[in-house]
């Protein structure tokens, strides 16, 4: 694409002033880097992301209230992890995290396991153990 190409459609990018950094060819086809605002297409697709996010979130939330799974689905929701990056930052396996996912399970843990997804969550120990919803 040509430097006077480069997309400066209205994006997410704008409201905390940033610019994404866009290869281009100058007059000469050389290539150099140029700042760009957004492009629509790609803020379409950064918009329905996030909020399937947000909707995910929202269903482990209401799964949570209705006693289905433990508050480690929704903070993982929430955090935007998946069972193996859980596992990774708290140190555990990811069978046990799923097995962690049972209410009655999550229940009977240790406050010591307990930190560690508080601690992968950034959040207290209070705030997982009394997360109702």
């Known amino acids: 694409m040509k430097e006077s190409e480069v997309p400066q459609d209205k994006s997410n990018l704008e409201t905390v002033n940033m610019r994404e950094l866009c290869y281009a060819t100058d007059e000469n086809g050389n290539y150099k880097t140029a700042l760009s605002a ?77 930190n560690k997804y508080a601690d992968a969550f950034s959040i207290t120990l209070q705030e997982l153990k009394n997360f109702k919803g």
Do not use: C
């Not at 629509?40 to 209401?62: F, G, H, S, Y």
């Not at 929701?77 to 555990?92: F, Q, S, V």
């Open 38 to 114: 957004g492009w629509e297409p790609k803020t379409i697709a950064l918009n329905n992301a996030i909020e399937d996010i947000k909707e995910r979130t929202e269903a482990a939330r209401q799964q949570v209230i209705k006693g289905e799974v433990s508050p480690l689905v929704y903070f993982m929701e929430l955090n935007k992890m998946d069972t193996g990056i859980l596992a990774d930052y708290a140190g555990i396996w990811q069978w046990r995290v799923k097995r962690h996912f049972k209410p009655q399970v999550f229940q009977k843990l240790s406050d010591r396991m307990l």
